[in-house]
């Protein structure tokens, strides 16, 4: 498993999740809102920090906001990190616990959720690492999107699944589907959500889930971003640590 996941350009071509958060004024306002009060430096958690290209990017937006310094740590099963100042660990998420308690104050779970078997185990750790009313931030892919609630009455494999670790266009019918999804390899989604089952499953773990948005890439469905959330094709939710 450790081998699949440390194939790092499975994810090269996915959508940078902390850019585009960082441009979202409303998140950027409800970080600086619910972030925890501070005496001292912010302690960052980003959960499967990959190279940490993007958790530094966090850290920087997370410096401007609360005007303070900022520690970083990445956890994930197969880090790749270099010349960063993120301290990174190197952890299985689905049986090794992150090994602080009550120590962060924020942390981001982008596009990980998806690849984890026990998600219950690896929720209950962040929620043990985050301090009281600690700011979780979790974005993964919706597997009711727009896209797919065309696809599958059609018989057709719905997007951002996957069937095999060597391709992943079993199921998709029609020539042009193939060759579009054919672009990508398998990264590891095990776990489809849904808007409701993510903040279920939050909601189950010690959270309290306090805002919810949605994510889309192409620009003629942006308008679902802002008036059925539920339709986009990835889902993020902001909650705090109970």
């Avoid at 690492?129 to 057709?156: E, F």
Wanted: hydrophobic residues 40%; contains cysteine; aromatic residues 10%.
């Amino acid at each position: 498993m450790k081998d699949f996941y440390n194939q790092r350009s499975r994810f090269s071509r996915g959508p940078n999740r902390y850019l585009e958060l960082a441009s979202r004024t409303k998140i950027v306002k409800l970080i600086k809102k619910l972030i925890p009060p501070l005496a001292g430096q912010v302690n960052y958690l980003d959960v499967g920090c990959g190279n940490c290209l993007g958790t530094e990017y966090f850290v920087n937006l997370l410096r401007k906001i609360t005007k303070r310094e900022v520690k970083a740590t990445g956890v994930d099963i197969a880090p790749s990190c270099k010349n960063t100042e993120v301290s990174t660990l190197r952890l299985d998420l689905n049986s090794q616990r992150i090994p602080f308690s009550k120590h962060f104050h924020i942390a981001t779970v982008f596009e990980t959720i998806e690849h984890v078997f026990n998600t219950d185990f690896m929720l209950e750790s962040i929620s043990n690492s985050l301090v009281n009313r600690g700011l979780l931030i979790v974005t993964t892919l919706n597997i009711v999107c727009w896209k797919n609630r065309i696809l599958v009455p059609l018989g057709i494999q719905p997007i951002n699944t996957e069937v095999s670790t060597k391709k992943l266009t079993y199921g998709y019918k029609l020539g042009f589907l193939k060759k579009y999804v054919g672009k990508w390899k398998p990264s590891g989604h095990i776990r489809p959500f849904t808007l409701n089952s993510l903040t279920e499953l939050l909601e189950d773990s010690n959270f309290q889930v306090v805002h919810t948005f949605g994510l889309e890439n192409w620009r003629v469905a942006k308008l679902f971003e802002k008036f059925a959330k539920g339709l986009c094709t990835g889902i993020g939710v902001l909650a705090i640590r109970r």
